[in-house]
């Protein structure tokens, strides 16, 4: 846990709950991060210290909740969550409360997106350390909704290699890793969706803690989330047209299996016939219409060059029906 | 049947209609429980007593009503829908009527969603006891919206565990499972969602049978119900998914069994008319164009070798164009 | 046609339109009942008794209406469709206009929904006798709206069985039953979907005709349309996932074919082919390489041996694979 | 060109344009109507007389615009499209200027849908004489939206007659017929939802040119709109269902005659192998193992019958399986 | 860089950034057009003389903004996306402050489609020259969107050409071609629709800086767009049709290929058969019971006419079903 004021700073790694009371009412600006859910006598201390909403205080808890903004009389619960890449497009609770001079914040796991914010704090740089809680808020958002780009990058490299891929050469895996896409969309998106209208409710809802001034900032965030969601519904569009690629190409190469096999039978089995034929053992002495092309002198090349022409006629009309590689533009 | 009053409490299975009048108006808070709608002359009796109009009766009757808010004068009623795991993601109506001093519950069979209530206000834990009808009639519905998550629970590893089995092997019995889940989800969202909107009725609209502070808890069951409706819609993706992933393998599979038989095909055909050919009957003697291998010394072995040549070069041709077992990443 | 008032009932077939005349004014109500709008003079003489609008007087005739409320300055125009089952889900129209002393009702052919108000009238039972000209609409729409359920019912049995039947058997002739099916859907759900919003209408805008406490039932009239529209939507998805069924069913049993054809083809042509090989004519004498098994003492059943030994293979081959049979699980 | 007024009429076809100004101010109704927009000139100085803001002129002659109602100062610019069904599915332009003493029209080409307001006019029937500049718009906006009901029902008509050909017998060229459906419909829900939109302005927005009576009429023009997208929604959903019923029955086709490949393959080639097996060429003088049937007595009719008894084994195992024709039911 | 004003026109190709400010003030219209983002110091600079929000600022330099519209207190800051055809359906952003005397855009890279404007400018026609700022600004969007229909209309020439080869010969390369489509009308879609939004903020929201008479033309912009948008749902219909008539093509030429297959194998399998069964090598001397044919003075013509006759039959029988050419219009 870290406490922090402007003009000056401190830094605290705070041990017992109560030390908070003492900051609060002496500096402007108070934060107060728990990373990490775990100790629940903290978390329950810490309500009745900010004196929170039993509620909101299971909401905290229970990490499923959809990001979501709700106003109390002395506070404003913001919940967002967190994209993380490394556990499968997963998404994490991050729980803000803001209040007159102290922001709450509690994170599921001790993560470093809020590293860069501690730095700017103390160094003193940028608007932080003068505004008020509400632009620091708008900075632990912010440093969030960041977290979803590189998320976001990776994710279409992945689905423009996969397309490449499926093109080239449909195979049954990619059925898997297409369904496992769209798996880690609907996740992005169940966290997303519900952010960006939060984000909405933020800049646009007349919320007395946050100034007008930190509305321009806001809105930035809400801009980032549609950006984020045209991301995630354009590539939900190429995820779902890739299935419909994949079942072309599959019904494509089915269609060229099946040209070959019926091309190879539809010239070997007449050929086959013309050998059975000439194989019937027909007693050519009993009369001179049985068989006789068995005794005539050029009759064993005579029935080759038959088998010949056959096969040829056959692999010619193939040819003009385009089945047989000869018109290469159709193969692309 | 249960009575009950704050304060003091006190607990009746009611035989007779007539005695619910003594309670009224003597206590601040009433509730009355029907379980089971069996005997009809209970709710009318009850509907006079409580000045019920005789629309709503008829809907507490009529158990396929869809979840719904609808004011009247002096009570408002409140339709909602549980969930019943066991037989197979039906949903049960329960109607309460929230008057001044009053609640009136019909369930359509007696079930224990209710008794952690009636546990409550027996020991006086939490608000219940203290606050008015408003906080109970709360606590009736986050009861029963609680009872959904365990059914999606359920029916979420059933879609998962469902997924890995289409995927691994594909079969015709997953047609029918697939087509079952959607019938349940349909049953599930024609529960849910109009008793989303029920809720948003609830906590936004000014009904002034609800006091201010209980809509931070109607608010919370509304929040409950957009969280099942998000984990609904997101099975509904999935669920629909699955058809396509099934038809994708089958296809799949169907293309991997034509390039067996394909290969298989055109590799014998040949095989079988070099066969034929050199069991025609041709008189050997007649010309010695006529099939002079088969006098040949080494005919036979030459005939074998032919065979296997041709074999070997289609074989080749087959594991080139990556239709045979070779290229292992192909197959992933 | 028939006329009614309250208090005093009168009833009477009118032959001469003028007579309706004298009965406007004189009673509290008066409903006429036009069945059949086959004599076009009737129409266009009631049509100047009741003052009303030529283009509402085209629209009674114009028997293609959407469901809709118009109002005039003194009336107002309700279209209503109702649903006939006996001839295909095909759907009819009813005009009603709503005076302040007067209900004036056009049916397409004389039907039977309307005999239950009549008698509810002659015997003075419920509102309806009490009630304005308000009440007697609702009753109308209502008797109309009523109508919806049973075809429903029987349409929901339909989709039912035909569900059972596709995934035991699938045939061609179900790809009609379903498109039948969606036919009827969509002509129910093009009388339903504007029936609702007039209801909607009925219900919520301020019609000065229209008292507040016939709101309660109209408002109920509403609710049925809602959950109709709920059924229709319901049965819209499982009839467009039946396609789906369908066509998942089909690929599934070519696929099956497939695996018999290729199966026993796979099996079979190696047999073959060693058949051809014993039937080649070389001449055992010309050399002890061609052929030696031919004069084998157990040459034949060497032959048949090895065929066994081939075919047993294959057949373990694909019992492994999974191809034959054997893993019952996987037919379901 | 022609020009007409009320109470008298004077129809004239306009050479020069200035002629124009002479009937403005004097008669109550000028209507000109420019079938035609190849003289640019003659609309550049329409458009001085009149007025006419400069982009409005534009998209006059810019015959791509979506129908619109655009109020302007002293006029109000109406953008209508007809359907033209000889042309295949194409929609023409039609703008409308309505001031307070005049209408001007401009029509892509002569054509002869505006005929009927002129004999009217001329002859002094109905309502389009006596009422204002209003009513004749609504008159020409009528008759262009009658103009889309017999090219529906004709579309319709084509639909129904589709269907029935593809689940009789399902071809190639259904797909390009489908397709060019589809193209069709495109075009005229193009053109038909702005104009629905266009229509609700014109009835709902408060536009000073048009008086409150006229409502009544707009309205009814909006009604028919409302119906005419009805009737393409459900063409659509029926001719995008058209394409599935299509894809099914090719499916279902492949799979028959995938049925009657397998059952045929799969009853001759046992045979043919057993024809084979009894073509090889043992030494039956070498053993008496050595193919003994070949000199039993009876060995080609016991051969023959061996033939015979596969054949008719497998026949009845497809005949259970019902592959083969027999259970009448599953051909419907 | 280029400066100008209205009146007298200066031009200049501004080297220093503080040169500007000079002009600032002194003249009614000052243009300041930054082709290519590589020089950061010039904007950072332009932004503290302008009063630029730094939030702006970066979303100028950030080229992959969604096209909207933002107010500030002393300027307007809009973002419009232009299409780039050369470059495969890419779209560039383009940023336009529009202030009380300024107006200040940004270009991603050096473009021509300002170059009229300037000329424009330089000669004095139209509006441009006399009017404020707020036109320019209009000017400079319409520009932009001008720019999309030849893109589009090029798109539209693409689509069809690539429809009418599918129908005549499906092949695996248009499943790419299909789907880089897709991606082109994504790209164009994600650009399009929020301009759309923009410009309809733009004209109906009341922004101080843009003058009422200028809302007409950004009314025309906005019908563009509408129009663009038309155009591009249109495409997108047509382009995921294509994707199904693909599929049914292909699954039509799978089905005509088995037929071949099949009727080709099942009309010589039996003949096949015979040649077998005569090719058996049965003693015709142990009974006359073995083969009597085969010593038939008739017995090769009688075999080959029975083969013949087999064949004929067949082949009537596949004629009759439809399989076989003959039913010209199953062809189409």
């Given at each position: 846990m870290v406490a922090y004021d402007p003009q000056r700073v401190v830094e605290k790694d705070i041990?017992?709950?109560?030390?908070?009371r003492s900051f609060l009412g002496q500096w402007p600006v108070t934060w107060i991060n728990v990373s990490g859910l775990g100790d629940l006598s903290v978390i329950t201390k810490l309500g009745e210290i900010f004196n929170i909403h039993r509620l909101a205080l299971e909401d905290v808890i229970n990490?499923?909740?959809?990001?979501k903004v709700e106003q109390y009389k002395d506070y404003c619960y913001i919940v967002v969550r967190a994209v993380l890449e490394?556990?499968?497009?997963a998404s994490e609770q991050v729980s803000i409360f803001l209040g007159k001079n102290f922001v709450l914040s509690f994170q599921e796991q001790a993560r470093t997106y809020f590293d860069p914010i501690i730095v700017r704090i103390r160094e003193g740089k940028g608007r932080t350390r003068t505004a008020g809680p509400d632009h620091l808020t708008y900075a632990l958002i912010d440093a969030i909704i960041d977290g979803y780009f590189p998320v976001l990058e990776r994710f279409g490299e992945l689905v423009e290699s996969l397309e490449d891929s499926i093109i080239a050469q449909p195979g049954a895996q990619f059925i898997e890793q297409i369904h496992d896409m769209r798996h880690g969309l609907l996740t992005l998106r169940r966290a997303a969706w519900p952010l960006r209208e939060a984000m909405a409710t933020l800049y646009?809802?007349?919320?007395?803690?946050?100034?007008n001034e930190e509305r321009v900032y806001l809105r930035d965030c809400y801009d980032h989330m549609v950006q984020i969601i045209d991301l995630l519904e354009n590539y939900r569009d190429v995820t779902s047209g890739l299935m419909e690629v994949y079942l072309s190409s599959i019904s494509n190469r089915t269609n060229e299996i099946m040209k070959v096999l019926t091309s190879i039978t539809v010239v070997l089995l007449p050929l086959t016939l013309i050998a059975g034929i000439y194989g019937?053992?027909?007693?050519?002495?009993?009369?001179?219409?049985?068989?006789p092309e068995l005794t005539w002198r050029a009759g064993y090349p005579f029935a080759l060059g038959l088998m010949a022409l056959v096969a040829l006629i056959l692999i010619l009309y193939f040819r003009i029906k385009g089945?047989?590689?000869?018109?290469?533009k159709m193969k692309g």
């Open positions: 041990e017992d709950v109560q030390m908070v990490v499923h909740q959809r990001p490394k556990e499968g497009y646009r809802d007349p919320i007395p803690l946050i100034d019937m053992n027909f007693d050519t002495g009993a009369s001179p219409w049985n068989m089945w047989w590689g000869s018109p290469p």
